[in-house]
Nanobody, 114 residues
Framework: QVQLVESGGGLVQPGGSLRLSCAAS????????MKWYRQRPGKERELVAQ????????TYADSVKGRFTISRDNAKNTVYLQMNSLKPDDTAVYYC???????WGQGTQVNVSS
């Protein structure tokens, strides 16, 4: 069955960095666009970044452009989100998803606070 397991979240100070990972299984990972979403407290889930199946094209929300980098390793069935220059407004639960599939993982909590 399809599984998406996010990890790498935690507590970090403003200006710090974190690298999130999403391990995928149960589907042909290398054939799918992958996306990272986040849900900030009291707000709807929003798209943060996406990457094409080969990793050749990436796009970002304006709020994270220049600070976050999405990447993937198709040999490891894993998609990453490198987050730099973190701000308190980046505090959220982060999720990965293959847009053609209905499944969501459990998410990983990121807290940016001094």
């Amino acid at each position: 069955q399809v599984q998406l397991v996010e990890s790498g979240g935690g507590l970090v100070q403003p200006g710090g960095s974190l690298r999130l990972s999403c391990a995928a299984s149960g589907f042909t990972f290398s054939s799918h666009v992958m996306k990272w979403y986040r849900q900030r407290p009291g707000k709807e889930r929003e798209l943060v970044a996406q990457i094409t199946s080969t990793g050749g094209v990436t796009t970002y929300a304006d709020s994270v452009k220049g600070r976050f980098t999405i990447s993937r390793d198709n040999a490891k069935n894993t998609v990453y989100l490198q987050m730099n220059s973190l701000k308190p407004d980046d505090t959220a639960v982060y999720y990965c998803k293959a847009p053609l599939l209905p499944h969501w993982g459990q998410g990983t909590q990121v807290n940016v606070s001094s």
